[in-house]
């Protein structure tokens, strides 16, 4: 045990001064470059129903609108479906799409949820089926990103949650 111990110490003085050189070391060092987040930071920006409104008719979609009983919801339509996207105080950009009279089986949604990447199921109040893709932001996003969304959504969610929800009602396809 007496060999032991200061093999320990001399082991921790060792590990000490190799920590107070390399902080030495790191000390006299001067970055030159600017953080790579602050030249994005001027791409982001914090979205308001009026940019999406502008975004999604520059996309070409159909029928871009708002209701005076949802002001912060922006309809618009994409193969002849409607749908909606919406902006939260924070900037967060929503995108909902609502399908079927019937109400589909908590099994269904359920396996939509759990298989699903981009997008969730959900069943209202009311019972309608509501499929909705988040796109979230903490400082802004980049308008790239959101007219990105838009496209994935209209073009590969919506159609993919129409197929889904056939084949759970046992629809024709």
């Known amino acids: 045990m007496r060999r032991f111990l200061p093999t320990v110490a001399t082991a921790t003085l060792l590990i000490a ?7 030495a070391q790191q000390s006299a060092f001067q970055p030159t470059a600017k953080p790579v987040i602050g030249a994005c930071m001027s791409c982001l ?3 308001t129903p009026r940019d999406l409104m502008a975004l ?36 967060t950009v929503t995108f909902i799409y609502a399908h079927g009279k019937k109400r589909l089986p908590w099994e269904a949604i359920n396996l939509w949820n759990r298989k699903s990447n981009f997008s969730k199921a959900m069943i209202t109040s009311k019972g309608a089926n509501i499929m909705k893709a988040v796109l979230i932001s903490g400082s802004g996003l980049p308008e790239k990103d959101v007219r990105n969304m838009a ?16 084949k759970a009602m046992k629809l024709p396809l």
């Open 17 to 23: 001064a190799q920590m107070s050189a390399a902080s």
């Open 45 to 47: 920006k914090k979205f």
């Open 56 to 91: 999604l008719k520059a996309e070409g979609y159909g029928s871009v609108r708002t209701s005076a009983k949802t002001p912060g919801l922006v309809f618009f339509k994409s193969e002849g479906r409607l749908m909606g996207a919406g902006v939260n105080k924070a900037g």
């Open 151 to 166: 496209r994935l959504f209209s073009s590969f969610l919506v159609p993919k949650f129409i197929k889904f929800y056939k």
